[in-house]
């Protein structure tokens, strides 16, 4: 770890930062919106967003002189990618390295990651399943980094090995896990897809992760499929990653126990698939495993339609983001659109105020009101008319920052 932050900051001295955003609002700024969907399923007309520092202090139609000109776009909040992996790269080989990496080039990658992820409107994201998203997260808080706001797990709880074990060696991981900087604790309940997706760990070891996880103040993702979504339930975990293959029971019981579902339409299979030849032979990734692969893109385009038909099923919005799909988040919500069948407002706002209030931060992200932070994006289109239009993000603003502005400014 001490390495890792080395490399970091020694890339941050040598100039890493691509971009130079304005310097923190101490002053007033006005943005001008003919469109501003609210994050909570709202549509404002003809109004203005007024920002004082890092926060929205009004809403007011009537507030000047307007700093920034957005009529003729959609305004809205920043989105919320609640399952990416920003340290996910290509190496110089051009193949799949895996997360984590230690070396410059790796380190370089992983900024990058989350400078593109941040400039395609994602303003939070949740990165989970290595330590080295940790010297990220902490460079990108400070200011050192531009990039997307990032909550982590640390290492994750794997179903196999020595992180797996008795209910009292879990407790112990997930204690350290917290001790080491943990946002969030990442549970692997279940084999990849690509190798049948079965549980790797017990009813009984599930219930002492998500219970530590508890007691530690923290929330519990669980990568599950098939038994291990309603193991996951049980065990009282906060949300399940993928999904796929779970039954409707499975998704009644997830609805009534406030359980959050992140099921993945497309994007991460997509992303597989078109850089197959990048993965294929690195560890993990087999033909086989990219046959199972076009088998379950079907799967979950299923999975999304029948979650929709849950009453009070909480499906928020994650991408599974490796490498090769990063600043390509966007194109998840025109697949829960065009094949999951999701109503446009609908996967807005679970990329918006659902997903902030999964992650527990909706008292300050998610929504345009006063009081929030001042995260805005704004795209050149309707996505509630066309949902392509989440491709055309031309401003974002984090923390009353503005990163992107290739709108019109008064």
């Known amino acids: 770890m001490r390495s890792l932050t080395f490399i970091i900051s020694l890339a941050i001295l040598i100039g890493l930062t691509t971009a130079h955003p304005a310097p923190a609002q101490s002053k007033r700024v006005v943005i001008s919106a003919t469109a501003v969907l609210d994050g909570r399923g709202h549509v404002l007309r003809n109004t203005r967003i007024v920002i004082e520092g890092s926060r929205i202090v009004a809403i007011d139609a009537k507030a000047g002189p307007v700093d920034y000109d957005l009529r003729g776009l959609t305004v809205m909040p920043g989105w919320i990618d609640a399952h990416v992996h920003l340290t996910w790269v290509f190496g110089k080989d051009g193949k799949n390295a895996g997360q984590g990496g230690t070396t410059p080039d790796a380190i370089y990658a992983a900024a990058s990651n989350a400078y593109v992820t941040l400039m395609a409107g994602f303003t939070t994201v949740q990165s989970i399943g290595s330590p080295a998203d940790i010297p990220l997260r902490d460079a990108i808080n400070k200011g050192l980094l531009p990039g997307s706001r990032i909550l982590t797990s640390a290492e994750p709880l794997v179903g196999q090995g020595e992180r797996s074990g008795t209910p009292e060696q879990i407790r112990a991981f997930i204690r350290k896990q917290k001790e080491a900087g943990a946002d969030v604790i990442k549970i692997f309940a279940a084999a990849s897809i690509r190798q049948g997706g079965n549980m790797t760990l017990s009813q009984e070891q599930l219930n002492a992760a998500c219970d530590e996880a508890r007691k530690v103040g923290l929330r519990a993702v669980v990568h599950a499929y098939k038994d291990a979504v309603r193991a996951a339930t049980n065990a009282g975990c906060t949300q399940i990653e993928h999904g796929t293959m779970a039954t409707d029971d499975d998704l009644k019981l997830m609805a009534s126990k406030g359980t959050y579902l992140d099921p993945q ?3 991460v299979i997509e992303n597989y698939l078109v850089n197959k030849d990048r993965y294929l032979g ?3 990734y087999t033909e086989e495993g990219f046959a199972a692969m076009q088998r379950v893109l079907s799967l979950n385009h299923e999975l999304v339609q029948r979650a929709s038909k849950i009453p009070g099923l909480k499906i928020v919005f994650g991408t ?9 988040n ?7 659109v065009r094949d999951g069948g999701v109503d446009p407002m609908t996967a807005m706002v679970s ?4 997903a902030a209030e999964a992650i527990r931060m909706s008292d300050q992200i998610g929504s345009i009101a006063p009081g929030m932070q001042a995260d805005i994006i704004a795209l050149d289109g309707d996505p509630l008319k066309d949902i392509t239009a989440v491709r055309r993000v031309v401003f974002v603003m984090k923390g009353g920052v503005v990163y992107k502005n290739v709108a019109r400014s008064h």
């Open 351 to 354: 990329a918006n105020s659902l």
């Open 330 to 336: 966007a194109e998840e919500f025109i697949d829960r």
């Open 265 to 267: 339409a497309g994007l």
């Open 320 to 328: 599974d983001a490796v490498a090769g799909a990063h600043g390509r």
């Open 282 to 284: 690195t560890p993990g």
